[in-house]
């Protein structure tokens, strides 16, 4: 009975940081930002998260697309990098493929922008190859 208590306290508790972190993503401060997508980051590459991020996946998009338009290189990096993570927790599915679809043009444009961070057009170059992998029903 306590032992379950206290999992669902904890799993509230993380719930509650992730709901922060998506929120400090759209922080007016570029270092608050980046802070935020890399707290993203290590949440989405060490738990499952699928529920929260069913949940959460409009606002988190949203957020996303602002770190990838109006960022730069360390930004942009880390907005490509959490959206792969987002893209393999949802997993094959509409949801995923919505999110990938509303996200793609931003991120092809970042990969052919020459302008745009060598780290960024790499990270952007992976999210692409690996949302188009999981979450793109369109095989061509």
Excluded: N
């Amino acid at each position: 009975g306590s032992e379950a208590a206290d999992e669902q306290a904890r799993q509230e508790a993380a719930e509650e940081r992730l709901k922060e972190h998506v929120d400090s993503v759209l922080d007016r401060s570029a270092k608050t930002r980046q802070a935020a997508l890399q707290s993203l980051r290590l949440a989405f590459s060490s738990q499952t998260l699928s529920e929260f991020l069913l949940e959460w996946r409009l606002t988190l998009t949203d957020a996303l697309e602002k770190c990838l338009k109006k960022g730069k290189g360390e930004e942009q990096a880390l907005a490509g990098t959490v959206l792969t993570l987002l893209c393999l927790q949802m997993g094959s599915g509409p949801e995923s493929e919505e999110v990938f679809r509303s996200l793609k043009p931003l991120l092809v444009s970042i990969l052919i922008d020459g302008a745009a961070s060598t780290t960024a057009r790499q990270s952007c170059a992976a999210a692409l190859g690996m949302c188009c992998y999981v979450a793109d029903a369109d095989l061509e």
